[in-house]
Structure formats: structure tokens, C-alpha cells
């Protein structure tokens, strides 16, 4: 069953302008969710985890249990910001702390 | 910490050889993912170990590919023989259980 989903596999804006990127769940427990982020041809590397609530590089995330979100935005966003980023859903259920990644959106800020 | 390690970084080889990717996990992770990347498919979970042992292989395409974990510092995954439809790259992943993942480099590999 698919419980991560990013509906946009392709998102353009440009410098300045404020970003979403869209992630939508389904688990059936509490979740804990997360956002990573790949740079062109790096690895991917951790941007920031609901339960610690923080800002990092100016993207926030808010978990929304009642439209089972968690989408990333950002006010303004830099060029710097291009990327793939993955939301991932960790179940601490039966399968033993599996990460399950959504497919991705690649993000381009144009100057 | 040098991160997770992985080996080779990038590897080109001809269809029917065999590809052996190898990684190096976190000191003190007891949990190791392999996974591919591709355009078309995104991430895939292919396999992982908890305590080296393999806990759920549900994501390994087909009998040509195989994972070890021979000790708690030291993984392979095996293609044999590979094709060009394997060409992705694949990725190492480690963590402490209940803790975030940390991925290694990647393994770009392309079968011709």
C-alpha cells in the first residue's frame, strides 16, 4: 500500500517566490514523518523531522493529522533550494522501523 | 564518523557481468537498508538488515540480485548476471534504531 504520496514529481518557481511541496500519508498509528533532500548527484541527506518541530535553511514543515499532510514550504525560496526532496514516513509497527519514501519532487528555482 | 561508505562510486560494465556493490555502515548501526534510485521508479527499498540479519527482502526484483551482511561493518549487494535495466544508482543506508537514516554516496552503476 502506498502510504507516502508526493503528487508533484516536477516544480518550478522562481528566486523569491514561496515554495509547497506536497506530501500526503496514510498509517494507521501516530506517525513520524520527515523530509529529505538530495542535492545533484550527492546523497541524500536529512532536511528536518516533524517531532523536532524546527526551521532548517528556512523550510518548515506542519503535520496535519486531519488531511494526513506534511508539506514542506518555504517563504522564499533561493536557487540554492534546487533539488530532489523526499518525504518518508517511518513505521514503528510491525516491519520494524521500515522508512518509506514517497517518489520524490524535484525542485528548480530559476534565477 | 566518515558517514556510510560505499563502493564503488561508479561502476560501467557489460551485460551479463557480475556487480558487486559494497557498503560500509555507521559504527554502531544496527540497521542497514539498501536501496536504488531511478528516474522512473524513484526510491525503491530493496532489502535491510536489523543485528545482520536480513529482515525484509520483499523489494529485491528478482533471483538475479543478493544481499549479505557477513558482520556488523561490512555489506554487499549482488547482481549476477546484471542487465541494462539494473542501471540506477544504489544506495546504502544506516541507523540506531529509532533514529534518523544516513545514507551513504551512492553507487552509480551502468550496464551497457
Known amino acids: 500500500a502506498q502510504r507516502v504520496t508526493q503528487p508533484e514529481k516536477l516544480l518550478s518557481v522562481f528566486k523569491g517566490a514561496p515554495v509547497e511541496l506536497k506530501c500526503n500519508y496514510s498509517?494507521?498509528?501516530?506517525?513520524?514523518l520527515f523530509w529529505y533532500v538530495q542535492y545533484s548527484r550527492q546523497r541524500l541527506q536529512l532536511l528536518l523531522r516533524?517531532?523536532s518541530r524546527e526551521s532548517i535553511k528556512g523550510f518548515t514543515a506542519d503535520l496535519n493529522k486531519g488531511e494526513t499532510s506534511f508539506h514542506l514550504k518555504k517563504p522564499f525560496a533561493q536557487e540554492e533550494d534546487s533539488a530532489m526532496y523526499y518525504c518518508?514516513?517511518?513505521?514503528?509497527?510491525?516491519?520494524?522501523?521500515?522508512?518509506?519514501f514517497g517518489r520524490g519532487t524535484q525542485l528548480t528555482v530559476w534565477p | 564518523d566518515a558517514g556510510v561508505i560505499q563502493s564503488p562510486r561508479h561502476e560501467v560494465t557489460e551485460m551479463g557481468q557480475e556487480v558487486t556493490l559494497r557498503c560500509k555502515p555507521i559504527?554502531?548501526?544496527?540497521?542497514l537498508f539498501w536501496y536504488r534510485q531511478t528516474m522512473m521508479r524513484g526510491l525503491e527499498l530493496l532489502i535491510y538488515?536489523?543485528?545482520?540479519?536480513?529482515?525484509?527482502d520483499s523489494g529485491m526484483p528478482e533471483d538475479r540480485f543478493s544481499a549479505k551482511m557477513p558482520n556488523a561493518s561490512f555489506s554487499t549487494l549482488k547482481i549476477q548476471p546484471s542487465e541494462p535495466r539494473d542501471s540506477a544508482v544504489y544506495f546504502c543506508?544506516?541507523?540506531?534504531?529509532?533514529?534518523?537514516?544516513?545514507f551513504g554516496e551512492g553507487s552509480w552503476l551502468t550496464v551497457v
Open positions: 543506508a544506516s541507523r540506531v534504531s529509532g533514529n534518523t537514516i544516513y
Open positions: 498509517y494507521s498509528g501516530s506517525p513520524e
Open positions: 516533524h517531532i
Open positions: 518518508a514516513l517511518l513505521d514503528r509497527g510491525s516491519t520494524l522501523g521500515r522508512l518509506y
Open positions: 559504527s554502531g548501526h544496527d540497521y
Open positions: 538488515f536489523n543485528n545482520n540479519v536480513p529482515i525484509d
